[in-house]
């Protein structure tokens, strides 16, 4: 069966949206930002729906995620410009203490705190776990990873959020 191009995007977002912004999610802890990499990816996905349809569908993901991973290295070369030129502006504006009033008058939970301070690794297969629904064994061939280290891996991040919430009360 030939799919047209709207099938063929509609079956790739709807079958991998949610775990390619679980992916972003997981790199970068801000709901917004997340979607508008996926976003990003969808849109590089549509300007080569062609190279999709020649792909497997059982391969799909994979190229999907190696899309995913472009966008979010371009997405930290693009966060780095930008965190230097702020760093600038609030050196020339007032200095970190402007920075840091800004930043304490955010609004964070304490799941989202506890979350940011684990490590990158682990924030990533956590948020691929249970934002993008992927069992051990897709989140493994996803990362390049055996199942059984993400699994470690989705225990250490479940007992440091629980110790982090432990001790914040």
Do not use: C
């Not at 965190?83 to 304490?104: I, K, P, Q």
């Not at 440091?160 to 432990?166: P, R, S, V």
Request: proline share 2%; aromatic share 8%.
């Amino acid at each position: 069966m030939v799919e047209n191009d709207g099938q063929l995007f509609d079956e790739a977002y709807q079958g991998h949206g949610g775990s390619v912004r679980a992916f972003f999610f997981g790199h970068t802890q801000n709901h917004e930002v997340a979607a508008d990499l996926t976003q990003e990816t969808y849109l590089r996905v549509w300007r080569h729906i062609e190279t999709l349809r020649h792909i497997p569908a059982e391969r799909r993901r994979f190229w999907l995620f190696a899309i995913a991973k472009n966008i979010l290295a371009d997405y930290y070369r693009r966060r780095s410009v930008r965190d230097r030129y702020e760093m600038r502006m609030m050196e020339s504006a007032g200095g970190w203490d402007t920075l840091l009033a800004v930043e304490n008058g955010e609004t964070l939970t304490a799941i989202d705190q506890a979350i940011k301070r684990l490590p990158e690794n682990l924030r990533e297969v956590l948020a691929l776990h249970t934002m993008g629904e992927m069992s051990s064994e897709e989140i493994g061939e996803v990362l390049g990873r055996p199942a059984g280290t993400v699994r470690y891996q989705l225990s250490q991040a479940r007992k440091m959020i629980n110790e982090l919430l432990g001790s914040s009360e």
